[in-house]
């Protein structure tokens, strides 16, 4: 036999919570391989080594899948792509290759490139979005979310044939067809001027809407996308704005939608988020520059104009501003390290824009 150090405890010695548990203490690769955790030294025991149950190599298993899911939703990890640019590559892909087939010309070139003597700036920074871009940005991801669904799953509390936002008969016909994209633009742009909501708000309303999707498995389709749309703008206008808009005055911009059944629509949205509200920076940042990507990809070219003098006193002044608040923060950060023996401050040099 072998020495007993090198022998594999029984499930006896162990327990049945021991047996139960030995899965739960080895990485994810370990887990989800379905090999017992066994060398070859305590294969050559006398004793018959008494394995896990089934049922709990595949609870290991389901919660190793489980995490690598979560570590894919692009709503809630920075890396992960987001759903839209997927979705929105196979049309701009089929329109490229039919504009080399046909030789179609692309036409004259709007969009503006620096040189040594002009500089060229939008207006739209990650902290600071234009609106207007950028609730056309967001329009347009919604209408590829539409566009190229994988089904048509969906759930009665945003089913707009359950709970209609007009009191006017919508026509069957209407759910049928997918919604252009100037439509949806103009449903949330009504909201957004109406509420007075900010270009940084319609991007958290485009996070929830895809982590809606993501984690209560449905699609967004024509019959639910308005119900949809409405419960992420009116979550992320609770979240992001410190003055929200309260469920009562949606109701003056939809009049024929009653209180009750956006207090209980928001219910419902929050329940499918499992109350996961956080957009991390990182995340806001992702979606900001994929948005970018989509506009440049489908010639939604942001508002150019040369650099002016006035321009970069005004960025240099907020640059100025920003790295006077990193600087408070370090000195803070510093003073509570002060308690280390010969502590030496950490010297940075200054960034030079050119």
């Not at 327990?15 to 066994?38: C, D, H, I």
């Not at 999707?213 to 308005?226: M, R």
């Not at 024929?256 to 928001?266: F, K, L, R, S």
């Not at 109350?275 to 990182?282: G, K, L």
Request: charged share 25%; with cysteine.
């Amino acid at each position: 036999p072998p020495p007993p150090d090198r022998c594999f405890p029984s499930a006896g010695a162990r327990g049945v919570a021991g047996v139960l548990a030995a899965p739960w203490r080895r990485t994810l690769g370990e887990r989800t391989s379905g090999l017992p955790p066994v060398g070859p030294q305590s294969i050559q025991t006398t004793k018959s080594v008494s394995r896990p149950p089934r049922a709990a190599w595949a609870k290991a298993a389901r919660c190793g899948a489980a995490d690598l899911a979560l570590e894919s939703n692009p709503s809630d990890h920075p890396r992960a792509s987001t759903i839209f640019l997927s979705k929105s590559q196979t049309d701009v892909r089929e329109k490229r290759k039919s504009n080399h087939l046909n030789h179609v010309s692309p036409g004259q070139l709007t969009k503006k490139y620096s040189s040594c003597s002009t500089i060229f700036l939008d207006d739209s920074t990650v902290s600071q979005p234009n609106l207007r871009t950028t609730i056309k940005c967001v329009t347009l991801a919604i209408y590829y979310h539409i566009k190229n669904r994988d089904a048509n799953r969906s759930l009665d509390i945003f089913d707009e044939r359950s709970h209609p936002l007009t009191r006017e008969k919508v026509p069957e016909e209407y759910f049928k067809h997918d919604p252009e994209h100037k439509f949806i633009y103009r449903f949330v742009r009504t909201l957004f001027s109406a509420a007075q909501l900010t270009a940084e708000c319609a991007i958290v309303t485009l996070v929830y809407l895809e982590r809606l999707l993501t984690y209560a498995e449905i699609d967004i389709c024509p019959t639910n996308w308005k119900r949809i749309v409405l419960g992420a703008i009116l979550l992320a206008s609770k979240v992001w704005d410190d003055q929200a808009v309260w469920n009562v005055d949606y109701c003056q911009i939809l009049k024929d939608i009653t209180v009750e059944d956006m207090n209980e629509m928001e219910r419902h949205f929050l329940e499918l988020l499992q109350f996961n509200i956080n957009v991390p920076a990182s995340v806001y940042a992702k979606y900001y520059f994929d948005l970018r990507s989509l506009a440049d990809d489908n010639n939604l070219n942001f508002l150019f104009a040369p650099l002016s003098k006035e321009r970069a006193q005004n960025l240099e002044a907020i640059s100025r501003l920003c790295e006077d608040k990193y600087k408070d923060l370090c000195r803070a950060a510093m003073r509570r390290s002060f308690s280390a023996d010969n502590f030496i401050g950490i010297q940075r040099s200054n960034a030079i824009l050119s």
